[in-house]
């Protein structure tokens, strides 16, 4: 794990037209960690993902990637980059097959490698395999999550982030999507996870960020984040 910053956000404010939403938000994300942002619903933590991801403009502050400046970067130019967003809720294209929007997944990036890269998907989600021909649309939640996943994962990201990943999904999915992201960790991929669930987010975490109110509240090593007295007592009941 690199000590300098694959993605570094700094005094970050954003929102929209009459509308702040993030003040003063500053994160690093080192290459090989696995970074948790955690908070309740509407404190933020999807306007931070699409201001990185250059789907909004920030306001103030800036972002970088691999050392160079993405705040007024085109989505496109930043997912050439390697930094590849799983959307919240999934945002698959559902009269398409799930082999077409695996397919889209490469069209940035590693498209020359569009067929090996399939075959990896699907020894992830095997179910995905006996669905390829299926129109992406008439598959359940689980399996569109795993769709929109497996896209991402097309583009052989450096980095990838994943907004509400377990959103709406059974615990037994949730618990095979949460294995799937220990098994990117154990093999070096940086992943910067966005999500309400917070317990098994920092069991696989490294570190973590907690916004409340548009800033970060608190930020550090997992386990003293899991372990926070305040922070069991707000989002954990205890």
Known sequence: MSDTPLLKVESLAAGYPMLPVLFDI??????????AV??????GK??????????Y????????FD????????????????????????RIFPNLTVHENLILGSYRRASARCDSNIERIVGYFPRLAERMKQLAGTLSGGEQQMLAIGR???????MLMLDEPSLGLSPIMVAEIFALFGRLKNEGLTLLLVEQNLVQ????????YVI?????????RAGEILGNADVRRAYLGL
């Open 38 to 43: 955690l908070g309740s619903n509407g404190v």
């Open 212 to 220: 409340e109110h548009g800033m970060v509240a608190l930020s550090g």
């Open 152 to 158: 991402s994962l097309m583009s052989e990201p450096r």
């Open 201 to 208: 987010s920092l069991e696989i975490a490294d570190r973590g």
């Open 57 to 64: 403009r920030s306001t103030a502050g800036g972002i970088w």
């Open 26 to 35: 500053s994160l690093t994300v080192s290459t090989g960690e696995v970074v």
């Open 67 to 90: 050392g160079q400046e993405i705040s007024r970067a085109r989505s496109e130019t930043i997912v050439e980059r390697g930094l590849v967003q799983v959307p919240e809720g999934r």
């Open 46 to 55: 999807s306007t931070l993902i699409n201001n990185i991801a250059g789907l």
